[in-house]
């Protein structure tokens, strides 16, 4: 839980897509990729700061920000020939980027640990019980491949606009449309896992773990009295 909530939150979400398309159209692709990472990065350090624990997600996020802005300076720099554009090579990035993501959650299904299965309890108060049990691991699988799903399906959709349209109309359909799909995929999701967890006894709700995830995170962050 953050310890300061505001509309910047909201500006930091957003900034780095109008920046990249503002200075795309008004200056150039390395204008663009700079500045949008740069605010992303901005963005996760004052989150964090702000209280946000997000433990080795950040520093993950910042060097993979980082390394593919390089990337995509190199080829317009014509430092590295990759045969493309440098537009096509920041975006491949990205593509590639989701289509591993789909991959690797979809091995750990295969494999037996879904990866909502491990996640969930590191993020929410989930009483042991639950955990063991087996619907609630058949439920976590279900919903990882709805991930994988997304992160196929997505790639796929935003590789056959790049190569069919504009740069422009790329960008903002892309940009609309992944926003949108990634909402409704969140909400079924997690509906999908509520409804499912009911018929669990050991499952206290979705409102319950909220609640009381939400307290320790806030014990947590309560300093200790030095005596």
Not at 132 to 155: C, F, H, K, Q
């Amino acid at each position: 839980m953050p310890t300061r909530r505001g509309p910047g939150s909201t500006l930091d979400q957003v900034m780095p897509a109008i920046l990249f398309f503002a200075l795309y159209n008004l200056v150039n692709v390395i204008a663009a990729v700079l500045a949008a990472s740069a605010w992303s990065i901005k963005a996760a350090v004052t989150r964090r700061r702000n209280g946000l624990d997000i433990g080795w997600w950040l520093p993950s996020l910042t060097v993979y920000l980082l390394l593919r802005a390089a990337v995509t300076v190199a080829a317009e720099r014509e430092l590295i020939d990759f045969g493309v554009s440098s537009e096509a090579v920041y975006f491949g990035i990205g593509f590639a980027t989701k289509f591993l993501i789909g991959i690797v959650l979809a091995v750990t299904i295969w494999l037996g640990r879904p990866f909502l299965a491990w996640a969930t309890p590191r993020v929410m108060s989930l009483p042991d019980d639950l955990i063991a049990d087996p619907r609630y691991l058949r439920t976590m699988a279900n919903a990882t491949w709805l991930i994988v799903g997304y992160e196929i399906i997505s790639a796929s959709w935003d590789i056959w606009l790049f190569n069919n349209s504009g740069f422009n109309l790329f960008y903002l359909a892309r940009t609309g449309v992944n926003f949108v799909t990634s909402f409704v995929c969140i909400l079924f999701g997690v509906a999908y896992i509520d409804r499912k967890l009911q018929a669990i006894d050991s499952y206290p709700g979705l409102t319950h773990l909220l609640e009381v995830s939400s307290k320790m995170k806030e014990n947590q962050k309560k300093p200790r009295r030095v005596r």
